[in-house]
């Protein structure tokens, strides 16, 4: 039985998601939606969704622009403690690992040049320029599940926001909630387990295991 490990990235192996929400937030104020919380709403979903919010292609663009200067410029990719203590553990364990991301090919091109060791740590990605339906769409994941020659049964699923963690429990993965986006309390019934952090995570804690 060959088994994998597949991560959401954003909220997960890199804390960035706080960055995420002042940069959404700033272009609500520029472009409303007047979707409550918006910048908390669209967590986990592909660009090409959230853009889908915005009456015009001149106001797509811009903000495509604005959110690629931010991606390239400003924001820093700080890898959360111990996660990749848990994936060097996982692949010891000859357990296969994939980045399953809503972040599009520009985005992710910015992140491997600050992180470049992390796109070695992981047998594929699959970005959400690679699929057709936006999380919670279990897409992605059995995508990743496909290319590693699993069963998504035979699947962890690592994830942070609320439509990820539906797309993980659609794809039939189990389900590893973290609790750096939502509250321990709304994720725990989404999830088999719920971790705070990744400090002393082991593979052989996972469900399953």
């Known amino acids: 039985m060959k088994r994998a490990a597949l991560f959401d990235l954003d909220g997960v192996i890199v804390d960035s998601e706080g960055l995420y929400t002042i940069f959404w937030n700033s272009i609500e104020q520029i472009y409303p939606t007047g979707i409550p ?6 967590k986990g979903t592909t660009i090409g969704k959230i853009l889908s919010n ?26 959360y403690p111990g996660v990749l203590d848990f994936v060097r553990g996982l692949r010891d364990c000859g357990i296969s690992t994939a980045i399953v991301t809503s972040s599009d090919d520009v985005k992710m091109g910015y992140l491997f040049k600050q992180l470049p060791q992390l796109r070695y740590m992981f047998d594929i990605v699959i970005t959400g320029t690679m699929v057709s339906r936006s999380k919670p769409d279990p897409e992605g994941y059995l995508l990743a599940a496909s290319r590693l020659g699993c069963d998504p049964a035979d699947c962890w699923v690592f994830e942070d926001s609320l439509q990820g963690l539906e797309a993980g429990r659609r794809a039939g993965a189990r389900v590893v909630a973290l609790a750096t986006t939502n ?17 002393g995570m082991t593979p052989d804690r996972l469900p399953g295991f």
């Open 37 to 42: 919380d918006f910048a908390h709403a669209i």
């Open 54 to 79: 915005y009456p015009s292609d001149q106001i797509r663009d811009d903000i495509l622009d604005r959110l690629h200067r931010y991606e390239r410029e400003e924001m820093a990719y700080t890898v």
């Open 183 to 199: 509250p321990h309390s709304r994720i725990a019934p989404l999830a088999d387990i719920v971790l705070d952090s990744w400090i």
